[in-house]
């Protein structure tokens, strides 16, 4: 007997495929390999739609709908929380583990990620449709974090977009925690030892001119901060 025809669920979602996507339990290195290539295999799955949401949002600030755009930064937002979640399921396995799947993976490193290199060219797609969008509102950054509440579409808007590069900066710190905690502190991985090169990228600022407008702001304040501008913010 056959197995019994797909069901319309099978067939929508396409379960058959998906599931061959893993290694069949028989091939599994060690009994965390299937956890390892599954949390990567779901981060995948979910920067694609990281993609798909700011390409979207980009073309939608191009067209001045502003409230669309923000309802799909929204659901970055959500997707950006799930990847940093998801990755403390692997504070779950043993070092002596991630050696045997390192050793099945070859020389791959999570610096081919296709979704993640998408992550971070994003930020330079989406920017030139916002500054449009300011050009043609004629409100500059500087205005709309003088007086958020005048311009609170526009300063939900660029909140958005901080979020956005504060998730990814979180997410960059959280992984390397957990790179510490399988492989050390100082072990040198393939290109180099991991904390300096992944906190090189931790210092990288996507959107820079919505931190750098942070620094106008509180110099400003700090001229007239009663304790005296050249003590500078903490007085
Ligand atoms: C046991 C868990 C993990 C370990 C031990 C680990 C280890 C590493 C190491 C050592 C690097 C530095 C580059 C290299 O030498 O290859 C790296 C980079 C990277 N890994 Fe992982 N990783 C883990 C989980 C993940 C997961 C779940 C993802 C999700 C996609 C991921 C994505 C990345 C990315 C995107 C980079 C480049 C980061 C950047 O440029 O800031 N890694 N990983």
């Known amino acids: 007997m056959g197995r019994p025809p797909l069901t319309d669920y099978e067939k929508y979602i396409r379960t058959e495929e998906l599931l061959a996507l893993q290694k069949p339990a028989a091939d599994l290195t060690c009994h965390d390999e299937l956890q390892f290539q599954i949390v990567h295999q779901v981060a995948e799955l979910w920067m694609k739609l ?13 067209e001045g709908h502003t409230a669309r755009a923000l309802r799909a930064l929204g659901r970055v937002r959500g997707v950006q929380i799930l990847l940093l979640d998801q990755l403390s399921l692997l504070d779950t396995m043993a070092p002596r ?7 099945a993976l070859g020389r791959g490193s999570g610096q081919e990620s296709p979704g993640f290199k998408r992550m971070l060219q994003l930020p330079d797609e989406i920017w030139p449709s916002f500054e449009a969008l300011l050009q043609t509102r004629a409100v500059t950054l500087r205005q709309i974090y003088e007086q958020p509440d005048q311009h609170p579409e526009l300063f939900n808007l660029t909140e958005a977009l ?6 990814l900066q979180a997410w960059r710190m959280r992984h390397l925690l957990i790179v510490y905690r399988q492989i050390g502190v100082g072990t040198p ?17 996507f959107f820079a001119q919505l931190w750098s407008v942070r620094d106008e702001l509180f110099a400003e304040w700090t001229k007239t901060h009663p304790y005296g ?4 913010y903490h007085g």
């Open 189 to 205: 991985s393939l290109k180099g030892k991991p904390s300096d090169l992944l906190a090189e990228g931790m210092k990288h600022r």
């Open 162 to 167: 901080v979020d956005y590069d504060q998730n």
């Open 50 to 62: 990281v993609d798909h949401e700011i390409t979207f949002a980009a073309a939608q600030l191009k």
């Open 229 to 232: 501008a050249d003590k500078g």
């Open 97 to 103: 583990d991630y050696m045997t799947i390192r050793n």
